[in-house]
């Protein structure tokens, strides 16, 4: 794979370079075809993989929440899900799930806490190196994100989080590490600061992530998250979206002028040809997925959902007898409310 990364890396000048860390529009990634390379759609995936499009031209499968897998404390039910997950990427041409989302959950006012696996570190590992495994077996990337401690609504795209070492490293950094030990392909850094410095500009995106930890894959920011042309010089290695703004013409001229080396766009570059290998982008043979029907996946959501669903107290209310009534209360009962009260899958 590394020759012919290197092969491929010496027929692109710096021009082709720029063209594929920068997103060519909303969902995809740039291509080349000088090279072989499409452009490869990526989607958002916390409940289900919506695709390229936004409305109900092309319904998914809508997954349990993450807080509800989470629920299950049972890893072994994401083999299942990666499956499904995988399948439905490859149904609407997804080399990549922007999932799982593993932040901690941190206030019960978290608007986008339902994306996430729990409060517990632990569990968001166990939980995460199990999505990443069961999607990646069949040939789609995940992208766990945010890296790292986009824990707050409040101000997301602009909060600094000052925190210590130790919390740092045993709380927030421990599931990235584990998702990087299971093989992750892309892992997305966030829209917040951490001790005074911008995410996409983050020294914890060369140690420990690309560092200590050997990470081989695509750092991609999230939408909109790289704020200048400089962090071009640092460890995020795809800007989105697209069509590039903060690093196309303005990263070039800074390149000419010897003011970002090139070598550290070539290293982004490499980053990206692993990552279209391994999805079977290059040479256009993405690896099979299995084949869901809708009872299939649709035994799969209720059993998930009813794992999810824990009793805190049972004082003889359960089992419930076969002829039992059981109420709806509340708007929800007539309107359900996917992903969190409104947040986009």
């Not at 550290?264 to 256009?284: C, E, N, T």
């Amino acid at each position: 794979m590394e020759d012919d990364i290197e092969k491929l890396l010496a027929k692109l000048d710096l021009d082709g370079k720029l063209r594929l860390i920068s997103g060519a529009s909303l969902f995809r990634m740039a291509g080349d075809p000088s090279i072989g390379l499409p452009e490869m759609p990526v989607s958002d995936g916390p409940s289900g993989v919506r695709g390229e499009n936004w409305d109900e031209r092309d319904p998914s499968v809508s997954l349990p929440s993450g807080t509800a897998i989470g629920a299950t404390w049972n890893p072994a039910l994401l083999t299942e899900i990666g499956a499904v997950i995988a399948a439905e990427a490859r149904r609407k041409g997804v080399y990549a799930v922007l999932g799982p989302t593993m932040n901690l959950h941190r206030s019960p006012l978290g608007g986008r806490h339902f994306e996430c696996f729990s409060e517990d570190p632990l569990l968001t590992a166990e939980m995460a190196d199990a999505y990443v495994r069961a999607v990646q077996a069949h040939g789609v990337s995940a992208c766990p994100k945010h890296y790292v401690a986009n824990d707050s609504e409040t101000d997301r795209f602009t909060v600094d989080v000052r925190v210590d070492d130790r919390a740092l490293r045993e709380l927030y950094l421990y599931p990235f590490e584990r998702t990087v030990e299971a093989g992750a392909w892309m892992i997305m850094d966030a829209y917040n600061s951490v001790n005074g410095t911008t995410m996409t500009e983050s020294p914890l995106l060369n140690e420990p992530l690309k560092g200590a930890w050997g990470f081989d894959g695509v750092v991609v920011s999230d939408w909109t998250a790289v704020r200048t042309t400089e962090s071009a010089a640092q460890g995020t290695d795809l800007c989105m979206p697209g069509p590039p703004h903060l690093w196309g013409e303005p990263l070039a001229a800074a390149v000419r002028a010897g003011e970002i080396a090139e070598s550290a766009i070539d290293d982004k570059v490499r980053r990206i040809l692993r990552f279209a290998q391994r999805v079977g982008a290059l040479d256009g043979t993405p690896q099979p997925t299995p084949v869901f029907s809708d009872e299939q996946a649709q035994d799969l959501v209720r059993r998930v959902a009813a794992q999810a669903m824990v009793l805190v107290r049972n004082d003889g209310v359960l089992p419930l007898a076969p002829d039992t009534a059981v109420a709806l209360l509340g708007p929800s009962a007539g309107e359900p409310r996917f992903l969190g009260g409104g947040r986009r899958p």
